[in-house]
């Protein structure tokens, strides 16, 4: 396949390249896009031992000076500590505004290093180099950046879009099939938002479409983020199961992982639509069996009491509303504001099995 570019218009717009050798070829592209300068690479360990050295051969050879910094891999990462070693260690290195940083690896990697580019010197540009099909679909396009704290997912960061995207197809060959099934997860929450022609993709094997579905992926998403860059009213829409999704990873501890949890709060959403009478039940049956069809589960090891607490803990409230995103077919899909009183409700409804 030859490299497919995806201009994404928000912030100063910056482009999305998703092709085959992207990270051997990282240098000469970075070099054209931001100029040679120096650069961080934030990477974890596992991604590191796959594929830091061509990273850091491309970017030498095009002229960039580079400092490395690794943490260990996994959700437990995404926290202020790594954060402040992050800021401590660009500090230490004498990175100055006009240098940048270069996010290598999935979710957690590029919603850190993202943050850290925010606010380190109150900003500096940084790079999205995805490594997972979880990041290239979804997370290392439109700018959100975070980390947890104890009160939940993603509760502290900032909006601060990429001065590019990268995204190498060759990683996704390699990657363990739940890391894979994580991916294709924020992928079927896209395709039933954009409509048949991303969603079909998804049904049966979709592991030969990768390329295809990245890039109907990435430009649904850059549309949506160029018409609300900081989740102001529509880009609400791309939390569709994320509501329950963030309970589901809350309440185990972060060992069920985001795709997975964010697979499951899909279904328990598009359930509930049943029984409200929005969405009908070959409709959410359809979702239910993409979704199983990708190596994911649509039932839920915790009850609504457990997930209605860890919810209402969530960014998506506000006072005593929450925002919820439900399906009413595929490629339709409506944001729903309900009084916090109501969503155990909602979601008791949607743990049910649908008869
Ligand atoms: N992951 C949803 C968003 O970027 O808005």
Not at 27 to 33: F, K, S, Y
Not at 172 to 179: D, E, F, I, K, S
Not at 303 to 328: C, H, N, Q, Y
Request: glycine share 12%.
């Amino acid at each position: 396949m030859d490299t497919l570019t995806i201009d994404i218009d928000a912030g100063t717009g910056y482009e999305v390249m998703v092709g085959p050798e992207l990270l051997q070829r990282c240098g000469d592209i970075a070099a054209r896009l931001v100029g040679p300068r120096r650069v961080a690479v934030i990477t974890d360990e596992t991604v590191e031992k796959l594929y830091l050295d061509p990273v850091v051969r491309s970017l030498t050879g095009a002229g960039f000076r580079v400092c490395t910094f690794s943490f260990l891999a996994g959700e437990g990462s995404k926290n202020i500590g790594t954060l402040s070693a992050i800021l401590e260690f660009l500090a230490e290195e004498g990175l100055t505004r006009s240098d940048c940083l270069a996010a290598l690896g999935g979710g957690v990697v590029g919603d850190l290093a993202g943050f850290a580019a925010g606010c380190y010197l109150r900003g500096i540009r940084y790079l999205q180099l995805p490594t997972t099909l979880l990041a290239a679909v979804d997370s290392s396009v439109g700018g959100k950046t975070a980390v947890n704290l104890r009160g939940g997912k993603n509760m502290a960061g900032l909006f601060l879009q990429p001065a590019a995207v990268l995204c190498d197809t060759g990683c996704l060959a390699t990657l363990p099939p739940p890391v894979l099934a994580d991916g294709l997860a924020e992928a079927i929450k896209t395709g039933i938002l954009s409509g048949e022609e991303l969603f079909s993709l998804l049904e049966g094997d979709a592991a030969g479409r990768l390329s295809e579905i990245i890039a109907l992926s990435v430009r649904f998403k850059g549309d949506i983020v160029k018409a609300d860059e900081c989740e102001a009213g529509p880009r609400r829409i791309l939390n569709l199961g994320h509501t329950v999704g963030h309970a589901i990873e809350k309440c185990s501890g972060y060992r069920i992982t985001h795709g997975r949890a964010v697979a499951a709060g899909i279904a328990v959403i598009a359930r509930a639509a049943v029984k409200l009478g929005c969405c009908s039940a070959v409709t959410a049956a359809r979702i239910e069996k993409t979704l199983l069809e990708n190596g994911l589960s649509v039932t839920v090891p915790f009850s609504a009491d457990e997930l209605t607490a860890a919810a209402l803990g969530d960014k998506k409230r506000s006072g005593e509303e929450i925002t919820l995103v439900l399906p009413r077919q595929i490629g339709d899909c409506f944001l729903w504001t309900i009084a916090v009183a109501d969503l155990h409700s909602v979601i008791a409804a949607g743990l049910e099995v649908i008869r």
